[in-house]
């Protein structure tokens, strides 16, 4: 495996003469003098996506010495392999560089096959540690959306998609109403790709006036326009080397489309009152809660900006469709909750159940999660009661028992009142996994017994509601 290896020593013999060696090996070199001239290497090959994967440095270098270098480097470039060498060797220093995570610890003058087997053996290292780090990349992504978004199996497909598209930089565009998860899918995209430690910057087109987007995007120079009294860097140069997140792109003027496409073409931009052309180093992630192919054909949107940013689509469904989904995400959301607030939630009562599950969410997941954290709030018992619930859903619609708001209140059974939502809710998750009613009651944790009592006593005929 041929290496990008770095090489720290202040004799510049010495590395000179060990970066020729490895050379001739068919290794890509370079030297360093010192370890804060080594640290900045080691940051500047991973913000060009070229990292060292293997670190060759001196114990003993002029102020900070090869035992800082390394400490530091195990902590800043995790998958990065390091072999320490000294002059004189001492046991103790040996021990402790081990102990910090070096591979090896070698003294000069340096064997030829000594040193190839240790960089063997860092390489080695190297490959395991990028495979843990993008393992455990992966599995950190899918276990922030699967909090977040459910098990439905249109939601699987998104994660799916996500694993797919995380590693590289391809543009995504996410649509779907407001509230369905869109930045979630973009944070889990992010976090599951190289560009997980750099910065993610997140912007709302709507939320900026028309006038103010392109200084926000592309910063700014002093004098520009009135009130720029300083040079400002906009979000696509803090974004550099990491993920910048464009949400309702619907409603970018088509000035602001024709420089977005610019940038997407060619990674360069000039800000506001600048002739200076800035490189930029930003994934780019967009998401839009319109349809842009009505836009498109409204002549609302750009057509070259809608196929270069149309790569790879994600839709999220909203969540009244994937009825099946309401309960663990609204279990996810109090287990949030516990933990934040410190209180004891252990969950909801049948008909804090049965209320959550009847409403329409017309705020989609983000409805939710925030009639969670206002239930959580006003709890006073461990489980969350009907009580706690918003008004507006908590109570139930005409016909279930309760009058509509305003009306008196009908006594009515529980068992009668839970049981037009739960034929809702199974109906539901039927028709989202297209009347497989194995996946439907393995969604809806019920075994596929009880899932068939149900729908026979709910007058589910999968029959005549299929056709």
């Not at 087997?117 to 699967?146: K, P, T, V």
């Not at 309702?248 to 024709?258: F, H, R, V």
Request: net charge neutral.
């Amino acid at each position: 495996m041929n290496a990008r290896i770095l090489i720290v020593d202040d004799d510049a013999i010495v590395a000179r003469s060990l970066a020729e060696f490895l050379a001739s090996e068919g290794h890509d070199t370079a030297t360093c003098s010192g370890g804060p001239d080594a640290l900045a290497a080691l940051d500047g090959a991973d913000k060009a996506e070229r990292p060292f994967q293997v670190l060759i440095c001196d114990v003993s270098l002029p102020g900070m010495d090869g035992l800082e270098v390394l400490r530091r480097t195990a902590l800043r470039h995790r998958v990065t392999a390091v072999l320490m060498l000294t002059g004189y060797g001492s046991i103790a220093q040996a021990v402790e560089a081990l102990r910090l995570g070096a591979v090896d610890y070698l003294t000069k003058p340096l064997v030829d096959a000594e040193l190839r087997a240790a960089l063997a053996r860092a390489l080695r290292q190297h490959m395991l540690l990028s495979e843990n780090a993008s393992l455990r990349r992966r599995a950190d992504g899918e276990a922030a959306l699967a909090n977040v978004l459910g098990s439905d199996p249109r939601m699987l497909k998104v994660m799916e998609l996500v694993r797919a598209v995380a590693p590289g930089r391809t543009t995504v565009l996410m649509t779907g109403e407001s509230g369905t998860g869109k930045s979630l899918v973009a944070r889990a995209i992010h976090r599951a790709g190289p560009r997980r430690n750099k910065p993610f910057v997140e912007l709302s087109c709507g939320s900026i006036p028309e006038t103010l987007l392109e200084s926000e995007l592309f910063g700014h120079v002093r004098g520009a326009f009135t009130g720029a009294h300083t040079d400002k860097p906009g979000r696509f140069l803090a974004a550099s080397g990491g993920t910048i997140f464009l949400d309702e792109i619907n409603s970018a003027s088509p000035g602001m489309q024709l420089k977005l496409l610019r940038v997407l073409q060619e990674r360069k931009f000039e800000p506001v009152g600048s002739n200076t052309t800035v490189e930029v180093d930003a994934r780019v992630l967009l998401a839009s809660n319109q349809p842009l192919e009505a836009l498109v054909a409204s002549g609302q949107f750009r057509q070259d900006l809608y196929y270069r940013i149309n790569v790879v689509a994600i839709d999220l469904p909203p969540l009244r469709d994937r009825a099946g989904d309401i309960r663990p995400l609204a279990e996810g959301f109090l287990r949030e909750q516990s933990a934040e607030l410190a209180k004891q939630l252990t969950g909801f009562t049948p008909a804090a159940l049965a209320a959550l599950c009847a409403f329409r969410y017309p705020g989609n997941v983000r409805e939710l999660r925030n009639i969670v954290e206002r239930a959580a709030v006003m709890a006073q018992s461990p489980t969350i009661d009907v009580d706690d619930l918003p008004p507006h859903v908590a109570s139930p619609p005409a016909g279930m028992g309760p009058a509509t708001l305003g009306g008196p209140w009908v006594p009515t059974p529980l068992e009668d009142a839970m049981r037009e939502p739960e034929r809702r809710i199974i109906l539901s998750a039927l028709r989202a996994n297209g009347w497989n009613r194995q996946h439907t009651a393995e969604q809806l944790r019920i075994n596929r017994t009880t899932l068939y009592k149900k729908m026979k006593s709910l007058g589910i005929e999968p029959e005549r509601l299929a056709g």
